[in-house]
């Protein structure tokens, strides 16, 4: 699934950071404060948020949360009334500091569960609540403003708004290490704070408040997912590539404006999309909403005034040039919304057009001629393109906002635009609204605004190819090793190449060395590269910035800044192997703030205590790294969650490592009771792995049965083995095609991509399939093992990092290479190491990497420089232990697993007797 880091792109252009970071790192705009402030009152900042309070002024830790919403014309209005009420009865509020943040909040990809919010005031009690929303109402009367989802509207008014929740701010830690807000119930117990779309109440709770006919908006629409959705996969006129997944609706779909709705597209803080039917004609259409007052543009257009603008565009062209856009069929208003109809345009976004036929993602690869008709293909398209906008030109307009989601692809490979809303008439005030990646950098634009369709065009070539545009844009170098990558499957048509690069001009002076040189003799450019890395990673660290040592990405803040996925634990662990002196401070700090922290962590390997501790412990911190463990151990979520990254068995790996470092047979009995503890049957285990399913090493069987064959190693146990056994022949049940060439496997039972990823897919099933075959026979997994390393051969992956891109995949071969001695392996695992040099930045510190989505830098172990430099380092110095998996401990104690002989011919689909434990000669 595609993730929305668009938050923490907004502060700074080389790192990922909260946009709470904004102040002092970017104009916030209008600076927002009540215009009179009684004497007394003193204001906090914190983050997006002005808090107000008085001194001795007590409050409540639970209620009904009162929040206003301003139109974008008005906070500075709306906030002054709301102030003055406050400070006349005394009850704390906050408001939204600057129009940066408010802007932010409101704008069309905004959090819809947040959008709309202004100020928040924080009543005593119902009484109170009730009079303050009374006098909002009255006093507010003539204001307009978002509705909030999350929130009622209070009697008639359009911007007083009431839920009830927590007003102190209470957590519940998760397994993937992010934290659930809780507030308390009727009866005073602790529950989920539920802040997603529509009202909820806690149980045993009424809304006090509730009118015979609230001011709500009707069920005019298919319902609205509570969850961020998946990716479509249905034909059609689908937005953006990324857009969530359609949305059924429910029985009786909704009749509005005479058209009928039957699918739900997307849903973003500006409006949703649908898929509807002209209930006159039964003619298939396509519906675009605008909510009120929301889906703000930097200059203050809101999606309303975009949909006008949006609507007078194809109209125009449907007069001009009929079939350029789709047809505009009608514009009707439902509750305080804005619709637009047109034409249902049948075809595939862009993206998913390439996914779909370009050979190199074919998980079994792909001939010369395969890629011959691709490319032929490709060219056809961009050629339709170019004959599209050649007509829109002509006319006197710049499309502006090219993107994958925004061109869609027919069966014959015929091409339509969608989307108009950013397309611009010259000689008319120009507002940019672009896509990252697609849209030009400042100083390519001119004079000439056409260039935003050219450049567009130019980039949409360039992701038919392979989807680097960022890696492309800070290192155009780099675009050198994608042509080689690309020549070596088969000969890119030198036109295409010509257009997919012609922003992109190479240096005269490169400073990595050309793909050639690296093909020639990789090795030692592969050294000087590790090298550099790690000088870039030094050189990154700051253990005195306050939220973090090194650069993460999202998921590092949300979860925590220390663990060994996203934080300090994993550079620290990828720099020592390296063989690297940590920077002064990291490691003390590291120290420091786990032990501070401890309560506060989830107690998983990848994303909490038990992977810290395994660090500490590694570099001779074993009092800390056992109270760390402990803490662990002790942690409802280590048995409410079985998997390698977030529970037991991460938690186990962990107990073994200190096992290995102090010779304490507590840690070794511990790793035993907690694998005791997991459910023997499949259906009792599915539970503990997460809601979805969730296949892989970190999140799924596979992970588990690592620990599994760990144990047993140490142990001698074979049931060990067995269940191990049972666990990855499961996870083999769940191959997207069970008897294809190559096995992939999908995401989760609700999110079906087929990824090669070591994190999810077949590079971390194989890696953990190798060190099953190096100690037993299983007619299944060794079977299944050659299908599990051929996509690994062929991956075309858009990321570096270690997890979820190519040093992953290189690390699964690298590892297979060194267990067995294939060549083949080893081959492939330099191909993948070349071919990090297409992803690879220079930088006055050395060379970085960009971490998760490639669109800023960063240090993490998942996605960044770190997993980079593990993967390089095991590549050209093969040892035990990469990747936390004791490798030393239990080669050491491999002789104590019992051989027994093969019986020719067995096979073990159903682990027991057919499962066949050797010892290494």
């Known amino acids: 699934m595609q993730k929305d880091v668009t938050s923490f792109c907004l502060v700074d252009a080389d790192f990922y950071a909260p946009v709470e970071d904004a102040p002092g790192a970017v104009d916030l705009g209008e600076l927002y404060r009540p215009s009179r402030v009684p004497e007394g009152w003193r204001a906090v900042e914190s983050g997006i948020w002005t808090m107000w309070h008085r001194t001795g002024l007590g409050g409540v830790e639970d209620g009904w949360k009162i929040h206003v919403s301003a139109r974008p014309d008005r906070p500075g209005q709306v906030l002054d009334i709301v102030a003055d009420v406050c400070f006349a009865e005394d009850v704390p509020f906050k408001h939204m500091s600057s129009w940066f943040f408010y802007q932010w909040m409101h704008h069309k990809h905004a959090s819809r569960p947040q959008g709309g919010k202004f100020t928040a005031l924080y009543p005593k009690d119902v009484a109170q609540a009730r009079h303050l929303m009374e006098r909002l109402a009255a006093e507010l009367g003539a204001e307009e403003g978002p509705d909030i989802l999350t929130d009622r509207r209070f009697g008639r ?95 009786g779909a909704p009749l509005v404006g005479g058209f009928r709705f039957e699918e739900a597209i997307q849903h973003r803080n500006g409006g949703g999309t649908y898929r509807a039917r002209d209930e006159a004609t039964g003619r298939a259409v396509f519906v675009k909403e605008a909510r009120a007052h929301t889906g703000v543009r930097e200059d203050g257009a809101t999606a309303a005034e975009q949909l006008d603008t949006e609507w007078e565009t194809l109209r125009t062209l449907h007069r001009l040039a009929p079939g350029l856009a789709p047809e505009p069929v ?143 844009r800070r290192n155009p170098d780099s675009l050198a090793h994608l042509r080689h990558a690309l020549a070596e499957r088969g000969p890119v048509p030198a036109d295409l190449w010509k257009r997919a690069t012609r922003f992109h001009r190479p240096g005269a002076d490169p400073v990595l060395p050309t793909p050639e040189q690296v093909a020639a003799d990789p090795v030692p450019h592969l050294a000087d590269l590790r090298d550099r890395v790690a000088d870039a990673l030094v050189a990154m660290a700051d253990p005195d910035h306050p939220a973090r040592t090194f650069p993460t990405i999202k998921e590092g803040y949300v979860t925590n800044t220390l663990c ?169 049940d769940r191959a997207t095609d069970p008897e294809g060439a190559a096995l992939t496997f999908p995401i989760s039972g609700t999110d079906r991509r087929s990824l090669p990823y070591l994190y999810c897919g077949s590079a971390g099933t194989s890696y953990t399939v190798t060190k099953y075959l190096g100690v037993l026979d299983d007619e299944r997994l060794a079977e299944a093992q050659p299908r599990l390393l051929a996509p690994l051969g062929h991956a075309h992956a858009a990321m570096s990092g270690l997890f979820q891109g190519l040093s992953g995949i290189g690390l699964a071969l690298a590892e297979h290479a060194e267990a067995t001695g294939d060549a083949t392996s080893r081959r492939r695992a330099l191909d993948v190491a070349r071919r990090l040099f297409l992803h690879a930045v220079p930088h006055p510190t050395g060379v970085r990497f960009l971490g998760d989505q490639s669109f800023r830098f960063s240090a993490d172990l998942f996605s960044g420089s770190a997993g980079v430099l593990l993967f390089l380092d095991q590549l050209l110095n093969p040892r035990p232990d990469a990747v936390f998996a004791l490798d030393a401990l239990t080669a050491e104690a491999s002789g104590r697993i019992p051989p027994r002989p093969a019986t020719p011919g067995a096979r073990a689909s159903a682990p027991g007797p057919d499962v066949y434990v050797r010892t290494p000669a």
Request: hydrophobic fraction near 45%.
């Open 564 to 732: 060994v996925a996203y934080g300090t634990a994993g550079v620290v662990h990828a720099l020592s192997r390296a063989g690297r002196t940590l920077p002064d401070g990291v490691l003390d700090r590291l120290r420091r703030d786990a032990l501070a922290t401890a309560d506060e962590l989830a107690p998983g390997f990848y994303v909490g205590l038990a992977g810290i501790a395994r660090v500490l412990a590694d570099h001779g911190l074993l009092q800390e790294a056992t109270d760390l463990l402990t803490t662990a151990d002790s942690h409802p979520l280590t048995t409410a969650c079985a998997t390698l990254s977030g529970g037991l068995a991460g938690v186990a790996l962990a107990h073994l490592a200190l096992h290995d470092h102090t010779r304490d047979a507590h840690h070794l009995d511990r790793a035993l009771a907690l694998t005791a503890a997991l459910p023997d049957a499949d259906d009792t285990l599915t539970p503990l792995l997460g809601p979805d399913d969730a296949t892989g090493l970190l999140h799924g069987r596979t992970g588990i049965a690592l620990l599994l064959h760990r144990l047993a190693a140490v142990t001698g146990d074979r049931a060990l083995l067995v269940r191990g056994v049972r666990l990855l022949h499961s996870e083999l």
């Open 330 to 472: 009608a514009r009707f208003r439902a509750w305080e919304n804005e619709f637009m109809v047109t034409e249902f345009i049948a075809g595939r976004p862009l993206h998913t057009w390439m996914v779909a036929n370009n050979p190199l993602l074919w998980a079994g690869g792909a001939t010369p001629d395969d890629l011959i008709a691709y490319y032929g293909r490709c060219e056809r398209v961009l050629a339709a393109i170019d004959t599209v906008f050649a007509r829109l030109h002509a006319l006197g307009l710049v499309f502006v906002d090219v993107s994958p989601g925004n061109v869609l692809v027919g069966d014959d490979d015929s091409v339509r635009l969608i989307d108009f809303e950013a397309t611009h008439r010259l000689g008319t005030p120009f507002v940019l609204i672009g896509t990252a990646g697609y849209s030009p950098p400042a100083h390519l634009v001119g004079d000439d605004l056409s260039v935003y369709d050219d450049y567009g065009t130019a980039a949409l070539a360039l992701l038919l190819l392979g989807p680097f545009h960022q890696p492309a």
């Open 157 to 251: 008014s359009r911007v007083v708004h009431y839920r009830y929740g927590a007003f102190v701010f209470r957590h519940r830690i998760q397994a993937d290490g992010t934290r659930t807000p809780l507030m308390r119930d009727a009866a005073g117990r602790l529950v989920d704070d539920r802040r997603g779309i529509g009202f909820r109440l806690p149980e045993g709770m009424a809304d006090p408040f509730a009118r015979p006919a609230p001011a709500s908006p009707p069920a005019t629409t298919p319902a609205e997912p509570e969850e961020p959705a998946k990716p479509p996969r249905h034909a059609g006129h689908a937005g953006p590539a990324d857009a969530p997944a359609p949305q059924q609706p429910p029985t």
